[in-house]
């Protein structure tokens, strides 16, 4: 029987599709919680240590979200500065501390491998909030789970589908981890559209192309946005060399309802991990397309706390005790 417990959430590359399954098994038995549609105590006395090394409101707050929903506290450090990692702690003896004071870690950082090395000194569950340029497992579970459910709405499934992933391939950790993930099913075609200078890393590509399924390469939008799902992303400036160089790349992928309307299917869902840069010469994911209600955006904020509250459950080994702690509403 596949168990969770004491096991550490790094990288999708831990996740199969049995392993994939279960966390939506037990992310849709979370949904009476996080609507508050009932309450549990199962986590109580229990602490999360909430470790944002870089800037983050979704992860962030729906990791202590989840944490709080399961009846346990969060205590959180937010920014380098305020942790003693700016005087030269490492990341091994930060997390021998921490996990002294806590049952679970959730961390993002913005160095690739710093949260995989992290857990190398904590006892207790480390989950990544994303490491740098490399993953986002936790976001890319609850784009998957949005995906499935949104396609269901059209009958569709996630075997067969047809995505565009549009953007920042190159920076954007998200695209990375969905990407691998999206290994696991079958018979998908992926058009990735980016610019040139910014298309998916090899190494994602070779996972996708050794997984069967059908890849195109392109560098623009105009003609190759009619999938059953459109994720745009935020060019990552921040990941840059320079300003410079992420100016040349600001403001030339955006889409409006117009660029909908002209170039998706009716039924094409937009997705976007944000934050969307809405920053007039940017503004990727207009804010026309609102009201439009194919835009999952929203939706997917909502998954992302019903699988933070299922991996908490599974690697704290509660899962199937949550409904023995239910309180009262
Ligand atoms: N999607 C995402 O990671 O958002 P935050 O940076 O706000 O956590």
Redesign the pocket.
Known sequence: MLSFQGENILSVNQLDREAIELIFDVAKRMEPYAKKHKRTQVLEGAVLANLFFE??????VSFGTAFNLLGGLVRETTGMQSSALAKGESLYDTARVISAYADAVAM?HPDAGSVAEFATGSDVPVLN??DGPNE?PT?ALLDLLTIDRELNRFDRSVDGMHIALVGDLKYGR?VHSLSKLLCHYKNIKFSMVAPDGLQMPDYVLDAVSNAGHQIELVSQMEGNLAADIVYQTRIQEERFPSQEEANKYRGGFRISQAIYDAHCKPESVLMH???RDSRSDANELDNDLNSNDNLAIFRQVQN?VLIRMALFALTLGVENKVQQYETNV
């Open positions: 800037p983050s409101t979704r992860t962030r993002r909030g994303g986002h976001q998200t991990p944000l934050p992302g």
